[in-house]
């Protein structure tokens, strides 16, 4: 029997991984095991025969104790951003604990080129690949492209307007959803390539502003023009969004790497994990159109 823990099982990737990972019948329940910060939350996973534990990031040993007797950990990096360093901390305190555990592979949801990202938080990413592959333990880091599923917070707002304000120029980028991550990442886990390993999971094309726009503006009927401004002009708008600084340093950044040119990658990773091609951008949004507004 091999054991899989998932860590973050409460949050919407980790409920996707378990669920791909049971849907699919790759794994039983009584070979998963679920663990968060807060076991309450993992209530219907225990009502499927999944064991339920504890993993507080913040908690070296208990996160040891998580870990223990366990063959395969899936650690999906922390949403812990507002306090510089702390993320990264929680992380390399988790990889830590796992070769005290005895686990014998690690897998950690990374983002594509975290060595030359200038997204805000790429040298957390960075510092747990490097944490990773200092620890001994075998690994696959899967890193995860821009989720489609993070424009659905702007763009109704974008839509209600008629405008999208960018800084993301001419560049481009290969969205992929979260869905098909978690699809990906639930095959990694069930069975992991062989070797230490680094995927790529991305969409199969990579788009620019207006193309983007053109498929949103499309599925939700509704105009929507691409305004492309700086860094100094979008951070302005966040701000009086009222979003808090880390959020608009994330923002700003987030499309400054897009159009450096570090998201615009295209491979088969995602294909050769799960069989079959991502989804593509039309039909994400088609099937979200509701809540574009």
Known sequence: MTKLLVTGASGQLGKAIIGHLLKDGKVAASDLIAASRD???????????????????????????AFTGVDRVLIISTDTLAVPGLRLKQHTAAVAAA???????????????????????APDHLGTEQAIKAS???YTIIRNSWYFDNYLGSMPH????GTWYTAMGEGRVANISREDCAAAAAAALANPPAGNTILTL???????ADQIADAI?????????VTKVNDEQLAA?????????FVVDLVVSSDANVRAGNFDLVTDDFEKLTGRKPQSLADFF????????
């Not at 974008?158 to 307007?161: C, K, S, W």
């Not at 969409?203 to 620019?208: K, M, Q």
């Not at 708008?237 to 600084?245: F, M, Q, S, Y």
């Open 136 to 138: 001994g333990l075998a």
């Open 202 to 208: 991305t969409g199969a094309e990579s788009l620019n």
């Open 286 to 293: 088609q099937q979200h159109k509701a809540a574009l507004g």
């Open 217 to 225: 503006s499309k599925a939700a009927g509704k105009p929507l023009a």
């Open 39 to 65: 076991t309450a939350k993992l209530a219907a996973f225990e009502a499927q025969g999944i064991e339920t534990r504890k993993a507080d990031f913040d908690d070296p040993s208990g996160l040891e104790a």
């Open 237 to 245: 708008g966040a701000r009086g969004a009222g979003l808090p600084d």
């Open 158 to 161: 974008n839509l209600a307007v």
């Open 99 to 121: 070769a005290k555990a005895g686990v014998k592979h690690v897998l950690y949801t990374s983002m594509p080129n975290p060595d030359k990202s200038v997204v805000s938080f």
